[in-house]
Structures are given as C-alpha cells and as structure tokens.
Nanobody
C-alpha cells in the first residue's frame, strides 16, 4: 500500500517561488507514476503535472507549463514540484497522487496524499 505525504506549501507573494515535496512510503516507489493535482476554493480538482516512473516523461497542464517543473528522486522516494512565477490563481490545495503503470492526466490514481495549501497574494 502506498502512503503519500505532501509538504512545502505556504503563503507567498505573486512572482515568488515554492517547492512542494511528495514523499512516499510502503511500496516500490521507483515503479510508480506520480502526478500533482490541485483544487482551488469552490472549484473542482484539476490536473497539474505528471512524471513517469522512470522520470523520462513529464507532462504539464497549460496553466503550469513553463512555470512549474516536476521531478523525482527515487532514492529519496520523493517527487518535487518546483513552482516559479506564482500567480494568485495558483492558490489551491495541492495533492500528489501515485499509481502503478503509465502516468495519466486523469485522476485515475491508486493513492492520494492529504494535500498542502499554497496561497499566493497579489
């Protein structure tokens, strides 16, 4: 069974940066595809970025492409989301999710973390 714990959220001004971490335990992390989703107040959860189990493939939602970077360190069982040039519309709870097999932008993941809050002020 996979357990995921997100960290690194916080409050930042527009234009600033944050790095989120998603630490996994309980399963063979190197075989898992991992994604970041986010949910803003009053909105549905939306896909942000994914990274394949090997790290060779990444994919971003239009809202994140060019500003955010997803990466992984299999030795540390951690996936990161480096967020630069943050905007107020990036304010949301950010969730990481993991699954065996190919990564996907659909929320078809086996395990989810509890989320970490990111707040971006104007």
């Amino acid at each position: 069974q996979i357990q995921l714990v997100e960290s690194g959220g916080g409050a930042v001004q527009a234009g600033g940066s944050l790095r989120l971490s998603c630490e996994a335990s309980g399963d063979t992390f190197s075989s898992l595809s991992v994604a970041w989703f986010r949910q803003a107040p009053g909105k549905e959860r939306e896909f942000g970025a994914f990274i394949s189990w090997s790290g060779m493939t990444t994919y971003y939602a239009d809202s994140m492409r060019g500003r955010f970077t997803i990466s992984r360190d299999n030795a540390q069982k951690t996936v990161y989301l480096q967020m630069n040039r943050l905007k107020p519309e990036d304010t949301a709870v950010y969730y990481c999710a993991a699954r065996r097999g190919s990564a996907t932008a659909r929320p078809d993941y086996d395990a989810w973390g509890r989320g970490t809050q990111v707040t971006v002020s104007p």
